[in-house]
């Protein structure tokens, strides 16, 4: 079994700066590519950036120059530091994982989300 455990959101003034952690744990062999995503309320989950096992970064043209992930391969761990954080940027934050299993299954996990609230 593997798990994503998420940690760090909060409540955050407009223009304020905050960062996410994700760390996997588990029957892991190998873990590629991480991401985080997001889900407003109302609205449908949407891709944040996604980091490779290379540390490549893609980011969505909303957080560009404001967000960046990063990774620790030997924690298994994605970061995202989130700055000049708007009210748009509430949500909640999920963390997504593919990778192989010990068992040399891919796996695919998602965390449990954790909500950034961005407000005066």
């Known amino acids: 079994q593997v798990q994503l455990v998420e940690s760090g959101g909060g409540l955050v003034q407009p223009g304020g700066s905050l960062g996410l952690s994700c760390a996997a744990s588990?029957?892991?062999?190998?873990?590629?590519?991480m991401a985080w995503h997001r889900q407003a309320p109302g609205k449908e989950r949407e891709l944040v950036a996604r980091?490779?096992?290379?540390?490549?970064?893609n980011y969505a043209d909303s957080v560009k120059g404001r967000f960046t992930i990063s990774r620790d391969n030997v924690q298994n761990t994605v970061y995202l530091q989130m700055n000049s954080l708007k009210p748009g940027d509430t949500a909640v934050y999920y963390c997504?994982?593919?990778?192989?299993?010990?068992?040399?299954?891919?796996?695919?996990?998602w965390g449990q989300g954790t909500l950034v609230t961005v407000s005066s």
């Open positions: 588990g029957s892991i062999l190998s873990i590629g590519t």
């Open positions: 997504h994982a593919w990778g192989l299993g010990t068992n040399y299954r891919p796996l695919e996990v």
């Open positions: 980091i490779d096992s290379g540390g490549s970064p």
